[in-house]
């Protein structure tokens, strides 16, 4: 086996089966990468200087072939009514086969750390088939100072074979694709799709596992941090303005989705940003524009037009087109990806029923409830078949990543609240005036003023009403901030119908809600809305 760019002996790569292998690129810098992709004829360079691949039939994740060894440590441990278990002996079998299918190919290896705390870091070791891909994980994952690589030990290990196809019958999995965690040995496979982001989430999926039982919160979330120290998280589903409205010029940005909350404060588990790009803008989002520029980034079946110019209005590919940078591509981004236990935590929803105010203040119970609930809405034209607002309720902001049960992270989260005095509001980026259709998108420009409001303490000093519908405490007026939108109802021109829409929502709630009730406490049980009808 002939080893390139080598520290360590090919012995280490031996050790996990892929001593067959007919050479391994071992760490490589981008420049290098882009030429082995480019030479490959895995990927192209843009008019700029970026990287663009194309991952052909799976253009995001796929969570029905995600699976998790079911053996004596994880049986009692894993949330099985969310992830599919796969038998060690199945396990045992698809890594004898890909491992196989390793031999004599050439091999793209990254040595990298999850969680930027040294204390719960997790280091993992990549092995790839595309020379793209280990561009992509090293822009994503904090790169080790060099001095550190001779001694790198390896906790995680991840092989991804985007050519091996899956046999059903033979590997236990449900198709030609498959994604497989063997939690208690730190390997994961994954064959039979080229999307980059299944590696990303697999180390967030193990981190998820690994860190509750240290007491160190695992949260699918941005955050960033103020002159001052006060840092703070935002929660949110996909289309909320999670990456968004955590992008603020006058703070600093810590990351845009994976973190940790330990003893020490807050941390990134990222070294990079994995950021959507249909329809991106340089006036709307500057920073993230600003990275598709430039040399090292990745842009992930992204069109590009004659010229080699990115076209981001074109999902003619997919709605879900990406680009992939370090974190040091955004200017005002931390250097250490730390900060200290967070003042506020904000989580996003946007409700396209047009029910919820733009903001309002959470109890620590209420928080749980709705850290529990991770409400938001598809809207229509968002997915085939989405004719009308549709809810959507993803526990923890995040049930596909979650191996625990989401009560485990749920109490946690209440604990760390409480301790820390942390003031949490839930902000509604949704519809206000009406349901999707008829309303119209709530004023970016009126989140922004309210967020920094919450993020000053200027809107703990309001005067505050209690939501008829939810319970929880909304501002009766707010400096800056049109008052009409504080009040939902007020806002339809009928009364009635908000009454409607508000009935069906919390019952959605409540319906939702039900599979959580024996595992929480009665003052989380009390948190929930109830349904009661504003008089006319």
Same mark, same amino acid.
């Given at each position: 086996?002939?080893?390139?760019?080598?520290?360590?002996?090919?012995? !280490?790569? /031996?050790?996990?089966?892929?001593?067959?292998?007919a050479?391994?690129r071992?760490?490589?810098?981008?420049? /290098?990468?882009?030429? !082995?992709?480019?030479?490959?004829?895995?990927?192209?360079?843009? /008019?700029?200087?970026?990287?663009r691949?194309?991952?052909?039939?799976?253009?995001?994740?796929?969570?029905?072939?995600?699976f998790?060894?079911?053996d004596?440590?994880?049986?009692?441990e894993?949330?099985?009514?969310?992830?599919?278990p796969?038998?060690?002996?199945?396990?045992?079998?698809?890594?004898?086969?890909?491992?196989?299918?390793?031999?004599?190919?050439?091999?793209?290896?990254?040595?990298?750390?999850g969680? *930027?705390?040294?204390?719960?870091?997790?280091?993992?070791?990549?092995?790839? !088939?595309?020379?793209?891909?280990?561009? #992509?994980?090293?822009n994503?994952?904090?790169?080790?100072?060099?001095?550190?690589?001779?001694?790198?030990?390896?906790?995680?290990?991840?092989?991804?074979?985007?050519?091996?196809?899956?046999?059903?019958a033979?590997?236990?999995?449900?198709?030609?694709t498959?994604?497989?965690?063997? @939690?208690?040995n730190?390997?994961?496979?994954?064959?039979?799709?080229?999307?980059?982001? %299944?590696?990303?989430?697999?180390?967030?999926?193990?981190l998820?596992?690994?860190?509750?039982?240290?007491?160190?919160? $695992?949260m699918?979330?941005?955050?960033n941090?103020?002159?001052?120290?006060?840092? *703070?998280?935002?929660?949110?589903?996909?289309?909320?303005?999670?990456?968004?409205l955590?992008?603020?010029?006058?703070?600093?940005?810590?990351?845009?989705? %994976?973190?940790?909350?330990?003893?020490?404060?807050?941390?990134?588990?990222?070294?990079?940003?994995?950021?959507k790009?249909?329809?991106?803008?340089?006036?709307?989002?500057?920073?993230?524009? /600003?990275?598709?520029?430039?040399?090292?980034?990745? @842009?992930?079946?992204?069109?590009?037009?004659?010229?080699?110019? $990115?076209?981001?209005?074109?999902?003619?590919?997919?709605?879900?087109?990406?680009?992939a940078?370090?974190?040091? #591509?955004i200017?005002?981004a931390?250097?250490?990806g730390?900060?200290?236990?967070?003042?506020?935590?904000?989580?996003?929803t946007?409700? *396209?029923?047009?029910?919820?105010?733009?903001?309002?203040?959470?109890?620590?119970?209420?928080?749980?409830?709705?850290?529990?609930?991770?409400?938001?809405?598809?809207?229509?034209?968002?997915?085939?078949?989405?004719?009308?607002?549709?809810?959507? #309720?993803?526990?923890?902001?995040?049930?596909?990543?979650? $191996?625990?049960? $989401? *009560?485990?992270?749920?109490?946690?989260?209440?604990?760390?609240?409480?301790?820390?005095?942390?003031?949490?509001?839930?902000?509604?980026?949704?519809?206000?005036?009406?349901?999707?259709?008829?309303?119209?998108?709530?004023?970016?420009?009126?989140?922004?003023?309210?967020?920094?409001?919450? @993020?000053?303490?200027?809107?703990?000093?309001?005067?505050?009403?209690?939501?008829?519908?939810?319970?929880?405490?909304?501002?009766?007026?707010?400096?800056?901030?049109?008052?009409?939108?504080?009040?939902?109802?007020?806002?339809?021109?009928?009364?009635?119908?908000?009454?409607?829409?508000?009935?069906?929502?919390?019952?959605?709630?409540?319906?939702?809600?039900?599979?959580?009730?024996?595992?929480?406490?009665g003052?989380?049980?009390?948190?929930?809305p109830?349904?009661?009808v504003?008089?006319?």
């Open positions: 086996m002939e080893m390139f760019g080598v520290h360590n002996p090919a012995t !280490e790569l /031996a050790m996990v089966g892929l001593g067959g292998a050479s391994v071992y760490n490589f810098s981008a420049a /290098a990468l882009y030429e !082995e992709a480019i030479r490959r004829g895995e990927a192209e360079l843009t /008019a700029q200087g970026a990287l691949a194309i991952t052909g039939q799976h253009t995001g994740r796929s969570p029905r072939d995600k998790v060894v079911r004596s440590n994880t049986d009692g894993i949330w099985w009514d969310n992830n599919k796969l038998s060690p002996e199945h396990f045992a079998l698809l890594r004898e086969d890909m491992l196989a299918h390793a031999a004599g190919k050439d091999l793209f290896v990254q040595d990298l750390v969680g *930027a705390e040294e204390g719960h870091a997790l280091p993992t070791r990549v092995v790839t !088939e595309f020379a793209w891909h280990s561009l #992509f994980i090293r994503l994952l904090i790169r080790p100072d060099a001095a550190a690589l001779p001694s790198f030990a390896p906790k995680l290990t991840i092989i991804d074979l985007p050519s091996f196809k899956a046999d059903p033979r590997h236990g999995c449900r198709s030609e498959v994604i497989a965690c063997d @939690l208690t730190g390997l994961v496979l994954i064959g039979g799709t080229s999307y980059a982001g %299944e590696m990303k989430k697999s180390v967030f999926t193990v998820n596992y690994l860190l509750p039982a240290k007491g160190v919160m $695992p699918h979330c941005s955050a941090v103020g002159p001052d120290g006060d840092a *703070a998280v935002f929660f949110g589903l996909s289309g909320t303005g999670k990456t968004t955590s992008a603020d010029p006058a703070r600093t940005l810590i990351g845009d989705d %994976e973190h940790g909350w330990s003893e020490n404060g807050i941390f990134n588990f990222e070294g990079g940003c994995y950021a790009t249909i329809r991106l803008s340089a006036e709307a989002e500057p920073e993230i524009y /600003a990275t598709t520029q430039r040399f090292g980034t990745v @842009l992930e079946n992204v069109v590009l037009n004659e010229g080699r110019e $990115p076209d981001f209005n074109d999902g003619s590919l997919t709605e879900n087109t990406r680009c940078y370090p974190m040091d #591509f200017p005002n931390s250097e250490t730390r900060a200290g236990h967070p003042k506020t935590i904000i989580m996003l946007a409700d *396209a029923f047009g029910v919820m105010p733009p903001i309002a203040r959470l109890t620590p119970d209420q928080a749980m409830y709705h850290f529990l609930s991770g409400y938001t809405a598809k809207v229509a034209g968002t997915e085939k078949g989405v004719v009308e607002p549709e809810a959507t #309720f993803s526990t923890c902001f995040g049930a596909p990543f979650m $191996p625990r049960h $989401p *009560a485990e992270y749920g109490n946690l989260l209440k604990e760390l609240i409480g301790r820390h005095g942390v003031q949490c509001w839930l902000v509604n980026t949704g519809w206000t005036g009406g349901a999707y259709g008829t309303g119209k998108r709530m004023p970016i420009k009126a989140t922004r003023a309210l967020l920094a409001a919450a @993020l000053t303490g200027e809107l703990g000093q309001v005067e505050f009403r209690a939501d008829t519908n939810f319970g929880f405490a909304v501002p009766v007026s707010v400096n800056g901030v049109d008052g009409s939108i504080l009040d939902p109802r007020s806002t339809w021109a009928d009364k009635l119908a908000y009454d409607v829409q508000a009935e069906k929502l919390v019952s959605m709630f409540i319906a939702n809600f039900a599979k959580f009730e024996g595992h929480v406490d003052g989380v049980r009390d948190a929930a109830g349904v009661k504003a008089a006319e």
